[in-house]
């Protein structure tokens, strides 16, 4: 069982397609993650289940990668305190999620936004180039520069679940270059396909860092380092002030705008 626990979970699933399964059972996603190179032992250790359900699952894959041999579920005395399900952040983490918030709210307007987008008007033009702004500005080089810069940088660079998170920006950027460069063909499909896209990438980026990344990092930060982050991000935040409720303005006036759409979206 050892040598599958120090496996990359995408080669085992390549190998045993039926662990994708029994890992979405458990509410893991390593079949639709960009890399997936995280390890077999990491994946167990990172999504905190609880002791049961963590038995039961190397239980399945167990049953499937080596079966009739005993089973060394790996202890890693982590904190289950919050227990399984129930996330309580740290204060700098809390400031990321509630970031998070503004961002989704952003995202759920984007196929209001593209609907009909006339990108031959100036008009048209103008709310696709506001919209990259507030992508570029309020969720790149504010939100995952805080993360890349400052949260990221408390942990080893060469962890896979860091190159995850990093490759999914790289991934979102891409998409907003080509959205600008779908504007300067005045190709308006290829603004919503690239504009739907980072939607998709974002949500489940956030999903994957409110639920499973913040949670593990809460556990590993020391106490020191909970509070030197919260400093950092104070700062940040008041470089951002100005900007952060103009962003903030902006994204209330799309709501504004297309309320049905939001209504929608939250049914
Ligand atoms: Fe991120
Ligand atoms: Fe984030």
Same mark, same amino acid.
């Given at each position: 069982?050892?040598?599958?626990?120090?496996?990359?979970?995408?080669?085992?699933?390549?190998?045993?397609?039926?662990?994708?399964?029994?890992?979405? %059972?458990?509410?893991?996603?390593?079949?639709?993650?960009?890399?997936?190179?995280?390890?077999?032992?990491?994946?167990?250790?990172?999504?905190?289940?609880?002791?049961? %359900?963590?038995?039961?699952?190397?239980?399945?894959?167990?049953?499937?990668?080596?079966?009739?041999?005993?089973?060394?579920?790996?202890?890693?005395?982590?904190?289950?305190?919050?227990?399984?399900?129930?996330?309580?952040?740290?204060?700098?983490?809390?400031?990321?999620?509630?970031?998070?918030?503004?961002?989704?709210?952003?995202?759920?307007?984007?196929?209001?936004?593209?609907?009909?987008?006339?990108?031959?008007?100036?008009?048209?033009?103008?709310?696709?180039?506001?919209?990259?702004?507030?992508?570029?500005?309020?969720?790149?080089?504010?939100?995952?520069?805080?993360?890349?810069?400052?949260?990221?940088?408390?942990?080893?660079?060469?962890?896979?679940?860091?190159?995850?998170?990093?490759?999914?920006?790289?991934?979102?950027?891409?998409?907003?270059?080509?959205?600008?460069?779908?504007?300067?063909?005045?190709?308006?499909?290829?603004?919503?396909?690239?504009?739907?896209?980072?939607?998709?990438?974002?949500?489940?980026?956030?999903?994957?860092?409110?639920?499973?990344?913040?949670?593990?990092?809460?556990?590993?930060?020391?106490?020191?380092?909970?509070?030197?982050?919260?400093?950092?991000?104070?700062?940040?935040?008041?470089?951002?002030?100005?900007?952060?409720?103009?962003?903030?303005?902006?994204?209330?006036?799309?709501?504004?705008?297309?309320?049905?759409?939001?209504?929608?979206?939250?049914?």
């Amino acid at each position: 069982m050892e040598q599958f626990l120090q496996s990359p979970i995408k080669e085992l699933i390549g190998r045993f397609p039926a662990l994708g399964t029994i890992l979405e %059972d458990y509410a893991i996603g390593c079949v639709p993650c960009s890399v997936g190179t995280c390890l077999l032992r990491d994946i167990v250790e990172i999504h905190n289940l609880s002791p049961g %359900d963590e038995e039961e699952l190397m239980g399945r894959i167990a049953a499937v990668v080596a079966p009739g041999q005993a089973v060394a579920v790996p202890r890693s005395g982590r904190d289950r305190a919050a227990g399984p399900g129930k996330v309580s952040y740290s204060p700098p983490m809390k400031m990321l999620v509630e970031e998070h918030r503004r961002i989704l709210r952003f995202v759920a307007l984007i196929p209001a936004l593209t609907a009909g987008l006339d990108v031959e008007s100036a008009e048209g033009r103008g709310r696709i180039l506001d919209a990259v702004d507030f992508i570029r500005s309020y969720a790149d080089r504010f939100h995952h520069a805080k993360e890349e810069d400052l949260l990221f940088a408390c942990f080893d660079e060469g962890l896979e679940i860091l190159k995850a998170m990093h490759e999914d920006h790289r991934r979102g950027r891409a998409c907003v270059q080509g959205v600008l460069d779908a504007l300067a063909r005045r190709d308006a499909g290829g603004v919503a396909r690239n504009l739907a896209e980072y939607g998709e990438i974002l949500t489940e980026h956030i999903r994957k860092e409110d639920e499973i990344l913040y949670p593990w990092m809460d556990r590993n930060l020391t106490t020191r380092q909970v509070g030197e982050l919260y400093a950092r991000f104070r700062e940040v935040d008041e470089t951002f002030l100005e900007a952060g409720e103009r962003y903030e303005a902006f994204v209330r006036s799309l709501e504004g705008q297309y309320l049905d759409a939001v209504a929608e979206v939250g049914r």
